[in-house]
């Protein structure tokens, strides 16, 4: 009996002290998927867009019970632009010292999703649509693109980042995307 309480004490010190020693992340459990999407030969993205992900069927994908997202449980999952965050409201600090500020710093102008670090990418799709009377008022096709596992923001440090540093391509850059015009 004595062997086995210092056994237990043994094995709980060990996890206790390894959990000490865990780094949290302010993204932990949490991905992005973040898009450049630009017209041929331009650099800037294009404004106005629906970004959706889609099944295979291109069926829009509902996040039911949040098992793609933390956020926008039992609707579709639908990119957001990023946005500068405004610090004129703050004037105690002088014109020479504001920042220019994103959103989502990890991204400038670009689409970005916030997914599950679990998320499925390579068996869904990120369709891309320029809703008439929008923006751009239907100037550019609709378009189905390929995700994989590659193209997501992967924020906290774990083995699968690692992984995707040694062997893949360069981790967290935007996947690009380049519209056609329309015909009419």
Known sequence: MRYLILFLLATLSIQAQDMS????????????????VHEEGVKQNIKGLKLSLVDSNGNEL???????????????LIFSFN?????????????????????????KDNYFLSIINTFPADEVKVKIEDIDGKENGGLFETQIVDLGFFDMFVLCTNQAQDYVVQFGRKANKPLEVILKKATK
């Not at 703050?90 to 990890?106: G, L, M, Q, T, V």
């Open 62 to 76: 509902i996040n039911v019970n949040n098992k793609y997202s933390w956020k926008n449980e039992n609707k579709p």
């Open 83 to 107: 946005y500068k965050i405004d610090e004129e409201v703050k004037s105690e600090i002088p014109a020479e010292n504001k920042k220019e500020r994103w959103f989502f710093p990890y991204a």
């Open 21 to 36: 020693q865990a780094q949290h992340c302010g993204y932990d459990f949490t991905s992005y998927l973040v898009l450049n």
